[in-house]
């Protein structure tokens, strides 16, 4: 399988994912922040952002990975996905029996669901430009050694 050569992510596309990424994040926190609930109320909300965004990019990885024929475990595959729908439920099922007004609830909901897709992003992002990077150093050894050959 030929590998297709990576383009580099443009600068506004970095630049709106991390936007997105810290816009989630900081709305989501800022919310629990200023939320009338209990102080394990907010933990148990925090944990499963921080453990959405872990899953998720454990996701795109791993689906990345096997794209490129880098191999994946079947028990992480299912495990990365797992997590994730386990964090949408967990968020579902928290939010559903939350004393809190619909408009919070979609607040929440909304701001989880930003965080989650733009870490997916930045992650990719990370990985294009690495890979990018990779295959220009690649080439410009490549460059070098055929100068010294002539």
């Avoid at 936007?19 to 933990?43: P, T």
């Amino acid at each position: 399988m030929e590998r297709k050569q990576n383009q580099q992510p443009s600068a506004a596309f970095i630049g709106a994912s991390w936007v997105a990424l810290l816009a989630g994040i900081s709305a989501y926190l800022i919310g629990l922040g200023n939320a009338e609930m209990q102080l394990n109320e907010k933990g148990y909300y925090f944990t499963v952002l921080m453990f959405g965004l872990f899953a998720a990019i454990s996701v795109q990885k791993a689906v990345r990975d096997q794209l490129e024929g880098i191999p994946v475990t079947n028990i992480y595959y299912g495990l990365a996905w797992f997590s994730t729908i386990l964090c949408v439920i967990l968020l579902t099922v928290g939010l559903w029996n939350a004393d809190l007004t619909k408009s919070e609830k979609g607040f929440y909901a909304m701001s989880f669901v930003l965080s989650i897709f733009a870490a997916i992003a930045v992650q990719k992002n990370t990985r294009d430009m690495k890979i990018s990077k990779d295959q220009e150093a690649k080439r410009g050894k490549e460059w070098n050694e055929e100068k010294e050959n002539w």
